[in-house]
């Protein structure tokens, strides 16, 4: 178990985010470039940060396209019930 007094004179043992490339898990020097995405996501190259945006923006046009699937189908769901009427009845 670490010690509180290791953590705060900066021996801390965790991996700092930066030590590594987020895709290829490679490590990065520190004395090289470091291709940033999103903020806080580090690269070795510009061809891993590239693979990376192209993976994202395929998962986001993914879930446009479940989102607009599943919005069609609630679109026709309640054109298909326009001619019915619905509600309470009364029986005298």
């Known amino acids: 178990m670490k010690s509180a007094a290791l953590y705060f004179a900066g021996c801390d ?3 700092h985010f930066l030590d590594s490339c987020f895709l290829c898990n490679r490590p990065l020097a520190p004395n090289s470039d470091i291709f940033m995405y999103r903020g ?3 690269f070795c190259s510009q061809e891993c ?3 990376q945006i192209e993976i ?3 998962n986001e046009r993914r879930w446009n396209r479940s989102s607009n699937t599943n919005r069609k189908t ?3 769901r309640k054109e298909s019930n326009e ?3 619905t509600g309470a009845v009364a029986v005298a």
Do not use: I, K, L, M
């Open 74 to 76: 609630a679109d026709s």
């Open 13 to 15: 043992e965790q991996p």
């Open 40 to 42: 806080n996501t580090p």
């Open 83 to 85: 001619g019915v009427r």
């Open 56 to 58: 994202d923006e395929a």
């Open 49 to 51: 940060r590239q693979e």
